[in-house]
């Protein structure tokens, strides 16, 4: 939440600024603001909305400079206004600061501050850290900003500039992402690497507790003890043009799109010679052969795709399973011991609660397996073993690729598991191969929906007219079963974050304890009947929605008979896989209703309100 960006070098700071805010945008985005150093002077300038607004006002009356920071909103103290945007300054504006996160004992510091008579202007957490640097400041920025954090309680990434000082940014992170970007007589500083990618590939990963002094030709880094760190930079493999939208109309399009390559990259570099393999993982096949049981543990998507790994792991690797929520998990009395593999997923690998659960997890003795996309993520680094999904950046809010490569990752670490606990190879083989068809099945169905006039996308403005024709009501329902019971609540999840429609996600099953009785001609009722040992009850289901007047979206197998009786309102084919693999076939239907639906009601698809990508707070 709320992303932030430094620069100190040669060019123009504004340019770059906005340039890196506008890659950091899906990490909040009610206000921005930046401030930048301008012979001698401190230049703040900060609006309410999204970036264009800040954008449109320098474009009228730009400041010039060559080093500064800027910060992008995601409200958690304080409503979005020009007042609470960032950055925050000192009471003589020589101070400004940009910071990500939460100050938890900011009111505790604030009256000590006010009573040393520092006048504050904002509702905000943050504003305590301007004025906090401020009054520890004795002609050492870096010093003054080491001496502040330790006062502060809760989790920060930080970039501060001070007028008298120019040419000098520094950052500071405790659990909050903070990177440094290495440039030719240039340095930079981001909440994420997509920011600085324009400029440079060499990137520092800021460790918890560190502090970074940059000038444009140096960068020094300091541990939480003051002493001075010696790191190597990462080379980025992947390209700016991965993070941008190359012809599509939002990024969350381009991420359903890109699924078939994701998954074809996953098999490719993790099954050689008919083994799965994980390199990287740390922790040994003897290690797993010894685990009695598996907690996973997540938010979300991930959390959906958490669900889904259940069924696979206890089926093929006959382990028990115990799936969380990360928010959940960590305010428990979790059973967790040195016997349990705790498996994280994450996206971002900075999401606080997941971060927390690790932890938690870890004090407890438990081996802690990550599922993590961003390299060098906290999550990422403070596990025991990581396997990367490699999914490449995910910007749009609503998570698509990387559930289908977590997906992936799941189903290989299950035969993973499978084998190092001597169970049948000859299965496992078989399975494999399935799982190989899967990324060119996925691109023939996409294949389906390349033009605007798909069936997808007629479904969708069907229910936008539907809905407008009854005064806005109507919602959506959906139901699986088994292994596709968490495709259908990352279905509901994907709809209702980016479309704001209510829509719930239920095993088919459940239905006759309750939620049937919400069934009438309003709700949509979105069905995954795919080929399955549940296949028949599914149709039971369908009959009973029917019935009673529901409507019905059916999501089947190719051939199905339901298409020949032509009975359903709306109907969706999808390769016929085994059912063990159809959750990566089922829920690109979902996504793409999902994103049509949006569309249809002309909302920001990839900033959806009240949101933003990674949850870096409680
Ligand atoms: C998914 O579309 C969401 N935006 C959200 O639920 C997300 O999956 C969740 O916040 C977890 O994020 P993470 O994978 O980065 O930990």
């Known amino acids: ?52 607004v800040l954008r449109e006002d320098l474009k009228k009356s730009p400041i010039k400079g060559t080093t500064g920071v800027g910060h992008t909103r995601w409200a958690t103290h304080g409503v979005p206004n020009d007042t609470n945007a960032h950055p925050h300054v000192d009471h003589k504006t020589q101070i400004a600061v940009v910071h990500n996160g939460i100050i938890e004992n900011y009111q505790e510091l604030k009256k000590k501050l006010q009573k040393a008579g520092y006048e504050f202007s904002s509702d905000t957490d943050s504003e305590v850290i301007a004025h906090l640097i401020a009054e520890c400041y004795k002609g050492d920025l870096c010093a003054a900003v080491r001496a502040a954090t330790k006062q502060l309680k809760g989790s920060f990434a930080i970039a501060v500039v001070h007028k008298g000082e120019s040419g000098r940014v520094v950052g500071a992170r405790r659990d909050s992402p903070l990177i440094v970007g290495i440039g030719e007589g240039e340095n930079f500083l981001a909440s994420d690497i997509p920011a600085v990618l324009e400029y440079t590939k060499k990137v520092i990963y800021l460790d918890n507790g560190e502090t970074v002094d940059l000038t444009d030709k140096t960068c020094v880094i300091y541990n939480g003890k003051g002493k001075r760190m010696k790191r190597k930079p990462t080379v980025i493999k992947w390209d700016i043009s991965q993070a941008e939208k190359t012809g599509y109309k939002h990024f969350m399009l381009k991420e359903i799109f890109e699924q078939p390559e994701v998954l074809r990259n996953i098999f490719k570099e993790r099954i050689k010679k008919g083994r799965v393999n994980f390199e990287e993982l740390k922790i040994s096949k003897a290690q797993l052969k010894k685990i009695k049981r598996i907690v996973i543990v997540a938010c979300g998507t991930a959390y959906h795709a958490g669900m889904t790994g259940k069924y696979m792991f206890e089926k093929y690797a006959r382990i028990p399973v115990w799936v969380d929520n990360s928010s959940e998990f960590r305010y428990r009395d979790p059973l967790v011991d040195k016997n349990t ?67 992936a990752v799941l189903y290989l670490l299950t ?40 069936r997808l996308a007629k479904y969708a403005t069907d229910f936008h007219e539907y809905y407008l024709a009854r005064n806005n009501k109507s919602c959506f329902l959906y139901l699986g079963r088994n292994i596709n019971y968490p495709n259908a609540l990352e279905g509901a999840l994907k709809l209702k974050e980016i ?101 249809a009601f002309g909302y920001d698809i990839d900033q959806p309100r009240n949101l933003a990508k990674s949850v870096t707070v409680e």
Not at 2 to 19: A, D, P
Not at 529 to 549: C, F, H, P, W
């Open 1 to 52: 939440m709320c992303g932030i960006i430094g620069y100190t070098g040669k060019k123009n700071v504004e340019e770059i600024l906005i340039s890196g805010l506008s890659r950091l945008e899906y990490r909040g985005y009610d206000s921005a603001g930046v401030a930048i150093l301008d012979n001698g002077e401190l230049r703040i300038r900060k609006k309410q909305g999204k970036l264009a």
């Open 341 to 407: 593999l705790v498996i994280v997923i994450s996206q971002s690998g900075e999401t606080a609660d997941t971060l927390a659960a690790l932890r938690e997890a870890k004090e407890r003795g438990a081996k802690v397996l990550a599922i993590c996309n961003v390299l060098g993520s906290s999550i990422a680094r403070e596990s025991d073993g990581v396997i990367y999904t490699h999914a490449g950046p995910e910007i749009a809010v609503a998570s698509t690729k990387a559930y289908t490569a977590q997906l």
């Open 415 to 454: 035969f993973y598991m499978a084998s190092a606990r001597g169970l049948k190879a000859a299965r496992n083989k078989q399975f494999l191969k399935e799982l190989k068809k899967v990324p060119h099945l996925t691109e023939k169905l996409l294949d389906e929906y390349r033009s605007r006039g798909n």
């Open 499 to 599: 479309s704001y429609i209510s829509a719930e996600g239920y095993p088919a099953g459940e239905m006759k304890h309750g939620p049937i009785a919400l069934i009438d001609e309003n709700p949509w009722v979105v069905c995954i009947a795919v080929e399955a040992d549940t296949y028949d009850k599914m149709l039971s289901n369908i009959q009973e929605i029917k019935a009673r007047g529901g409507l019905v979206i059916a999501i089947v197998s190719q051939g199905d008979k339901l298409l020949k009786k032509g009975k359903l309102d709306y109907i969706i084919e999808v390769p016929r896989v085994p059912e063990v693999v159809s959750p990566l076939l089922v829920v690109i239907p979902l996504q793409l209703l999902a994103y049509y639906v949006a569309e």
